[in-house]
């Protein structure tokens, strides 16, 4: 409907020839879809982003527009929401090129060329803005993301896997462990019976047998952290992890 002026849209959709929506209503759909497919061209992106920066009004530190389904990931056909999708960091010291590499393969990543695309609408003379790079500063990827950042929502994918395996639970907890990172709302623990609980279940680190001699061995097994979790560490030393376990960030409590 491009070239086609206010009156003549109004008169196909009075034939019902066209339908007619309003800016809230095609916002609300990039939020609500199960999927929206990428457009084909960087060009077509900017017009989205730059509609989105336009009309989507207030926004409380940028939490509605974090949650509409419009950024590019690697290897993604359709768009993710920004507060799924991380901007690589160069920062990754702590972490090793393995466990990196595993930390990836659960976190969707700005795609690089988008990046560079937008970024050059990023300074333009006389002091314009360019709505399209604004939208990327209000969803803050116009910067990498902290490794921490990366790592936890790596953990929230993996903890939405069909199956979760004992091992990576143990990987990804002690990689936050390397890092002294938060865990993030939705992270879970392995306890003893094997069951996986969110930290708000009261989740017990014990490493020297003291509470099994003294209390129920059912709660035991359904509060105290696997073994496995400090029988061996391949992902941060046990001074890193014994210091992490005692603080708040952890979500455990030490026995």
């Not at 002091?127 to 604004?134: F, H, N, S, V």
């Not at 209000?138 to 902290?146: F, I, K």
């Not at 952290?225 to 603080?247: E, G, I, R």
Request: proline share 5%; hydrophobic share 40%; charged share 25%.
């Amino acid at each position: 409907c491009g070239d086609v002026d206010a009156k003549g849209r109004k008169a196909l959709d009075a034939h019902g020839w066209i339908s007619v929506y309003d800016a809230d209503h095609v916002i609300g759909k990039l939020e609500t879809l199960d999927s929206v497919p990428r457009p084909d061209s960087w060009e077509q992106l900017h017009n989205l982003w730059s509609f989105v920066e336009s009309e989507i009004g207030y926004d409380h530190n940028g939490q509605h527009r974090r949650r509409l389904k419009i950024v590019p990931a690697d290897g993604n056909k359709t768009l993710l929401p920004a507060n799924v999708v991380v901007r690589l960091s160069s920062r990754r010291d702590a972490v090793s090129a393995s466990d990196w590499k595993f930390v990836m393969d659960y976190a969707p990543t700005l795609d690089g060329d988008w990046t560079a695309w937008i970024s050059k609408k990023g300074s333009r003379k006389g002091g314009e803005t360019d709505p399209g790079y604004d939208l990327l500063e209000a969803l803050g990827l116009h910067e990498p993301s902290p490794v921490d950042r990366i790592v936890a929502q790596a953990s929230l994918r993996l903890f939405k896997s069909k199956e979760i395996k004992l091992e990576d639970c143990v990987r990804i907890t002690q990689i936050m462990a390397a890092l002294r990172a938060a865990v993030p709302a939705g992270f879970k623990f392995v306890t003893r019976d094997r069951h996986i609980h969110e930290p708000s279940h009261g989740i017990i680190v014990d490493q020297t047998g003291r509470l099994e001699d003294v209390l129920p061995a059912s709660w035991v097994q359904g509060h105290l952290l696997h073994p496995d979790y400090y029988a061996s560490f391949a992902s941060c030393t046990p001074d890193a992890w014994q210091a992490w376990a005692q603080t708040a960030e952890s979500g455990l409590s030490l026995a």
